[in-house]
């Protein structure tokens, strides 16, 4: 697993996407297996189906087939880490300017950031909470999802679908 400390896993993206799904940071199983939130008791997965996104729940290797549902995922900061605390300040507000250029070029109706203390530091928005957001990329919408990780146990599997599914039905109308 420590080979894959700093690898870059590629996006799965497309322009015009229902949905842009925006991780943390690649955690050393997704860079060592190029699949995004890759390491077996990650929710986002489960959630992401039980919220209604996708009619079945699909393993980390079939990620690609998101985009045949309009949904795409990224990362606010590119380089791999063990845990999201190894990042600096710094890295997440370079990371929330790139995301930016990137929302502008691919216009996502909603841009859904996992986790809200790095959307906080990538925005500078320190009163965000998980939910909308009131401010918008252009165009595109800002949800703040709870961080899939299972180190997060303030967030059930139950829980985050339920949220998952507020931005689904957002998404949706």
């Not at 045949?68 to 300040?89: K, Q, S």
């Not at 370079?94 to 996992?114: D, F, H, M, S, Y």
Request: charged residues 25%; aromatic residues 8%.
């Amino acid at each position: 697993m420590e080979a894959a400390r700093g690898r870059l896993v590629p996006d799965v993206v497309a322009e015009d996407l229902r949905v842009l799904f925006c991780g943390i940071n690649p955690g050393l199983m997704t860079a060592a297996t190029g699949h995004h939130f890759g390491r077996p008791g990650n929710r986002f997965w489960p959630a992401l189906h039980a919220s209604g996104f996708t009619p079945r729940l699909l393993r980390p290797a079939e990620q690609a087939e998101l985009l045949a549902y309009g949904l795409g995922i990224t990362n606010v900061v590119p380089r791999a880490t063990a845990r999201a605390d190894e990042l600096t300040d710094e890295e997440y507000r370079e990371g929330g300017r790139i995301l930016r250029e990137k929302v502008a070029r691919l216009r996502p109706r909603w841009l859904a950031v996992a986790g809200v203390t790095a959307y906080r530091v990538a925005f500078g928005d320190r009163r965000a909470a998980v939910g909308p957001q009131p401010r918008t990329l252009g165009e595109t919408r800002i949800w703040v999802l709870p961080n899939p990780s299972g180190l997060n146990a303030h967030w059930t599997l139950p829980a985050m679908a339920e949220e998952f599914g507020r931005l689904r039905a957002a998404a949706d109308a």
